[in-house]
């Protein structure tokens, strides 16, 4: 096998308190929370769907058949900042504790990529999914499953975009062949693994990748409720009015022209920078809050491949 120091960052069992607590931070994606829990669950332990129609449809259920034959494959798109690399990452807690199975978080090297020698970034991708599956027979048990496996591979676009691209050098359309063969390889065996892909540029993902992908799940910038949320949580026990954190769901929104804040820019640069603007002097006030969310950017928007 495939030496897993080269391929994968250390392996992390989950749940884990540094995750679980970034999972439980995810406020504003409930929605794509309860989606993911159901489709994670189907995709890895399909035992779970046939007692759902045993106990609700007697039994044989034509649709089963179908939702079988999909690939473990789920694609995140959306931009910079907008929770889909915490998310692929850290959602195994809450499916740890729904399954009553440890999962474990494999999370893919960039330097998957390899450094452009003829056939080494096919090798690298290849000895990837070798692992999984290999890992994935060992996970599945006799009596069901013993454990559950996520690939997070982030920054999807880098070894997956598209092959239509005028531009494509042989080496990353081989990759892109190498992935597809990964994918189809655990199509239809009923694993307990599951491949998570994260991307800000979706359009550059290659086409029969996403055709693939069992579900889509795309991620925009929180609206006005979901900033407000984030804001309350984060802004707790600092004291402010409720007149100021109105202020700051307006200012943190779209504005002069530019796009509204995301996540990341609310939760690693917004509060963080009033939290530092007043230490060590004084407390955080109300005008340290405004004056520095008048001054920051957000983050702009990520742009979509052309070719």
């Not at 591979?153 to 062949?177: K, T």
């Not at 796009?259 to 007043?278: C, E």
Request: proline fraction near 5%.
């Amino acid at each position: 096998m495939p030496d897993q120091d080269d391929l994968f960052h250390p392996v992390i069992e989950l749940p884990e308190d540094v995750r679980e607590q970034r999972y439980r931070r995810l406020v504003g994606l409930d929605e794509q929370k309860i989606r993911l829990q159901k489709e994670a669950t189907v995709l890895t332990v399909p035992d779970r769907l046939q007692q759902w129609a045993k106990k609700h449809h007697g039994g044989q259920v034509s649709a089963l058949d179908l939702l079988g034959d999909r690939a473990p494959l789920i694609v995140f798109g959306g931009d910079v900042g907008t929770g889909k690399t915490a998310l692929a990452e850290s959602f195994g807690c809450d499916l740890s504790t729904r399954l009553g199975l440890p999962v474990l978080l494999y999370r893919l090297k960039l330097t998957t990529r390899g450094s452009g020698l003829v056939g080494e970034m096919t090798t690298l991708i290849s000895d990837a999914f070798s692992v999984m599956v290999t890992e994935g027979r060992k996970a599945k048990g006799k009596n069901g499953a013993k454990s559950v496996l996520v690939m997070v591979v982030d920054e999807a676009d880098a070894v997956a975009q598209s092959r239509e691209q005028r531009q494509m050098h042989h080496e990353d359309r081989a990759g892109v062949d190498a992935f597809l063969e990964g994918v189809d390889s655990l199509a239809g065996e009923q694993l307990p693994v599951l491949i998570v892909m994260c991307t800000n540029r979706l359009g550059a993902l290659d086409p029969a990748l996403r055709r693939r992908a069992a579900a889509t799940f795309t991620f925009g910038r929180p609206s006005p409720e979901q900033r407000r949320v984030v804001l309350t949580d984060a802004l707790n026990g600092l004291g402010l009015k409720a007149a100021t954190l109105d202020q700051l769901v307006k200012l943190t929104g779209e504005r002069d022209g530019r796009v509204a804040f995301t996540y990341s820019d609310l939760t690693q640069r917004l509060v963080p920078s009033m939290v530092m603007a007043a230490f060590p002097d004084g407390p955080v006030t109300d005008d340290i809050a405004l004056a520095v969310a008048e001054d920051m950017a957000p983050t702009p928007s990520f742009p979509e491949a052309k070719d």
